[in-house]
């Protein structure tokens, strides 16, 4: 029940049922859900009373328990208020009842557990350009929640399985019977229960994207922002691809999750549907860029650590199209430094140079600039650039040796 | 993730017939505590599932409450016998000037040493270091803090799972064997068991013994002890760490002698 989780589960099945797999790997369709369907199937304060989803919850707690103490954790209060405060507004009945936890890894991801806890990854913060998009997802996750969908997957896998145990036991008993071997059809008919378990999966993912759009719409956010950070991320894993000379990876029968770009499409058909005329949405993006300001240069010195310099490039400039800023000049000063081609360090050093001249520029800006100028034989300049860095930054832990450098 | 490893392990090699199985290991200086010593039991993990026709365990929370309650009973009946001092943690702040954080960061250790053993010594993945060396594990230093402020000699991690076979698949399980009158025999598993119990000597950091526990068939109604009634948590805690064996070198001295 996560954003995007499609890769692990998608290759354990695949060694599970494993046949067949490349020929029909197509692109799926998913009917589109309509968010006027999507009612909250839960109310507030719920507690599970079937036997099977008691059992479900009761192996919760101790997973709750380990991720609330995992030192993954940014625990930062501001922070996470702001997130169970936007789980508050989109939450539905169940509001009150969601808790969200924010975890320090730099992936696109959110997920839902079945007892109602959230976890979201930090670097989806990082791609999210306003608070209305941020909602989206939380919306999302709140889905599955409000519409039950581990205890429904559940019951469905249940129920599969349970019979195909039976046909398949059937089709031996019978075949044996009547001398014929049928263990292919039972084989066709194992490939045809694991599609079908993708399939139900597939269909929960588009319920909680028509019930997020309903509920981010019904708090007076754009709902349009949940269509565009599917646009956001195609592209990303596009220039992603293309950096590594690959293809983007396209949906296929033994996906979890609908295609990015099947979500994005309905999408944006879903929000126009939710979208009331004359009714007037507010994206939040000021808000949205001053709650997560303290952990921004975080967030971005993790993604151009991942060494993904065609999806740390693409995202720079996706959040600039807000307008630039010295941290995001600086950072893409650092996608160049780092990915280390014929030309780079020039490219670099540009950045850092526009960087310095925004008056939020890092200190790390200052003394990338300085070291720049160093290596293009401008000395003075270097050194004021460099004073300007341990200016800004006494403490930071190469100090002492920048100090040595300018004398 | 640790069951995990050593479940699949395991299940190849009990699977076929019917079978109670364990297997411990034990560091070459074991000697089983007795007498005057202070065990300290971290959280039992306990969990019974119903077996569903299809195969899936599915937990059910009023079984695994109850037979946690019996594993902690039979564990605390099997303690008084040997002659020690214990204390069975319910919830990590529950030790007097330790700190949630620090159980929690033992469990997590111990986690992750223990799925290192279940690979190297139940897998067959050995390491070619660690032959004829028993249990060559350790927790460190931070069991040892955690043994010297709180004062116990050992502590002990246990996890105990049963999955109990549904009607639906005891009914699959009758019908495939069943099927061999005819020429089609299709067994499959039913009810089984499976368990480990871990003990660190918390005056050295060390895992000086592992026993992993693991029950089951393809018979349709062979049972090994249902740990949802106190007479089973009896029998699975006796198997687990009823007989806990010496280290190799104290074994063999005692021999010599």
Known sequence: MCMRCFELSRRSMLIGGGVLA?????????????PAEMVPLIGPAFRPTDTDEKGLWSQMDRVEEEVAGSNLLIKDPALVSYLQDIIGRVGGPAARDMRIYLAHVPDFNAMMFPSGFAVVFSGLLLRMRNEAQLAGVVAHE?????????????????????????GAMAAGLGGAGAGVYLGDYVQLAQLGTIMSLFQY???MEAEADAMGAKLIAEAGYPPIEMANVWQQLIGEDANSARYRRKQRRRGSLFDTHPSPDSRMADLRISAAEVTVPGRAYDSGRARYLSKIAPIRQMLLDDQVKLNDPGASAYLLETLAADGWNGLLRYYEGEVWRLRNRVGDDARAAQSYAVAVAYPDAPPEAWRSHGLALLREGRGGEAKSALARYLQMKPAAPDAPFIRQMIG | MRKLGIALALASSVGASGCVQTRQFADVQFTPPQGDYRLLVMRPDVVVNSLTTGGMPQPRADWSEQ???????????????????????????????????Q???????????????????????????????????????????????????????????????????IALQVVGMAGCIIGFCAPSGGSNQFAYASLVDLRTGEVVWFNVLQTGSQLPGVKFGDIRTPAGADQMVERLVGRMKPGKEVHKAAEVR
Do not use: C
């Open chain 1, 142 to 166: 709140s889905g599955h929640f409000l519409r039950r969908h581990m205890i429904r997957s559940w019951r469905d896998m249940k129920r599969k399985s349970d019979i195909f145990a039976i």
């Open chain 2, 67 to 101: 037979a946690r309650g019996n594993i902690i009973n039979a564990l605390r009946s099997q303690q008084a016998e040997r002659g020690g001092k214990m204390l069975i943690l319910a919830r990590r702040n529950e030790l007097p000037g330790i700190s949630p954080e």
């Open chain 1, 22 to 34: 490349s020929s029909l790997a197509t692109g799926v369709a998913q009917a589109r859900i309509r």
């Open chain 2, 103 to 169: 159980v929690a960061d033992l469990e997590r250790l111990h986690d992750a040493v223990g799925n290192s053993i279940a690979l190297h010594k139940y897998t067959g993945a050995a390491l070619p270091t660690k032959r004829g060396k028993g249990l060559e594990y350790t927790l460190g230093e931070d069991a040892v803090a955690l043994g010297r402020k709180s004062g116990y000699d050992y502590a002990l991690f246990v996890h105990a799972e049963d999955n109990i076979a549904s009607t639906g698949r």
């Open chain 1, 201 to 203: 999966s597939r269909a």
